[in-house]
């Protein structure tokens, strides 16, 4: 089971990987070696999240549903101190 210390240490991971652009929930996903539900569940409800991510914008693929695209909001600083 999963504890509090396994979010702790993914969220700054979680906001690093949005340093360099937007990127969809499988993108993220393969990153950080967790599954996709797993990297949204964090992304809406981590405190650590909350305020400075956010999916303003979604594609459209050939089938299925559209798909966030995350992204870090304006001005926010990751762990690393990169805006």
Do not use: C
């Given at each position: 089971?999963?504890?509090?210390?396994?979010?702790?240490?993914?969220?700054?991971?979680?906001?690093?990987?949005?340093?360099?652009?937007?990127?969809?929930?499988?993108?993220?996903?393969?990153?950080?070696?967790?599954?996709?539900?797993?990297?949204?569940?964090?992304?809406?409800?981590?405190?650590?999240?909350?305020?400075?991510?956010?999916a303003p914008h979604s594609?459209?693929?050939?089938?299925?549903?559209?798909?966030?695209?995350?992204?870090?909001?304006?001005?926010?600083?990751?762990?690393?101190?990169?805006?």
């Amino acid at each position: 089971m999963t504890g509090i210390h396994d979010y702790r240490k993914t969220s700054p991971g979680l906001l690093a990987a949005l340093e360099d652009g937007p990127k969809t929930g499988a993108e993220l996903s393969a990153a950080l070696h967790l599954k996709a539900t797993r990297i949204r569940s964090l992304l809406l409800h981590l405190p650590e999240t909350q305020g400075k991510v956010h999916a303003p914008h979604s594609v459209t693929r050939e089938r299925g549903r559209p798909v966030n695209l995350w992204e870090l909001r304006p001005g926010v600083f990751s762990e690393t101190g990169t805006p």
